[in-house]
C-alpha cells in the first residue's frame, strides 16, 4: 500500500476521539492514504485469502464511516480496516463498542467474531452475563473433576 507519512502529524490513540468514524479518518490521514487506497488494499488482502469477503467495503462506505453517517460497522469491516491499516482489530472493535476495557483478555478467532454479530442486539446486563460465563468456564479448566474420572 502507497503510504506518505505525515511528519508533522502528532501521535493520538482511540481515546482522543470521540466516535470509531473519527478515529478512522485520523489513521487513514496520518498514513498519508486516499480512500481509494484503503478499499484497494481491503480487494487485495481479500484476494489473497488474508480478509473474509464480509470485509469489503466501497469508498463511499468508508466515507460515510469517517463522517460519521454509519455509527455501528460490522466486526468484518472493522477487521477489514484494522488488516489495512496494521493495527491491531481489538482496538477497533473496543472503539466501535463492541469490547469494554475488561474484556481485552478476549483473543481475537473466526468463533468470536460471528458472535459479535449476535452481541451488538444484547443489553449491557445480557454481555456481562455471558462474560461472566466466560470466565466460569475458563476457571474450571484446572479442576480436578473436570478431568474425568480415574482410571483403575
Keep these: ?29 496520518s498514513k498519508g492514504l486516499t480512500m481509494s487506497a484503503v478499499v484497494d488494499e481491503i480487494k487485495r488482502l481479500m484476494k ?10 466501497s469508498r463511499g462506505y468508508l466515507s460515510s464511516l469517517e463522517s460519521d ?22 482496538l477497533l472493535l473496543n472503539k466501535a463498542g463492541y469490547l469494554d476495557k475488561t474484556s481485552k483478555k478476549v483473543k481475537e478467532d473466526a468463533t ?4 459479535l454479530k449476535e452481541v451488538q442486539d444484547m443489553t449491557v446486563r445480557e ?22 474420572p480415574k482410571k483403575g
Excluded: C, W
Design 1 to 29: 500500500m502507497n503510504t506518505k507519512q505525515n511528519p508533522q502529524t502528532k501521535f493520538q490513540g482511540p481515546d482522543d476521539f470521540a466516535t470509531v468514524g473519527q478515529y478512522l479518518s485520523s489513521l487513514r490521514e
Design 48 to 57: 489473497n485469502n488474508k480478509l473474509e469477503s464480509q470485509s469489503a467495503i
Design 69 to 90: 453517517k454509519y455509527t455501528h460497522p460490522s466486526p468484518f469491516k472493522l477487521k477489514g480496516l484494522a488488516v489495512a491499516y496494521n493495527i491491531p482489530y481489538e
Design 112 to 115: 468470536f467474531t460471528l458472535m
Design 127 to 148: 454481555r456481562q452475563t455471558v462474560l461472566d460465563y466466560i470466565e466460569y468456564v475458563k476457571s474450571r479448566r484446572n479442576k480436578k473433576y473436570d478431568k474425568g
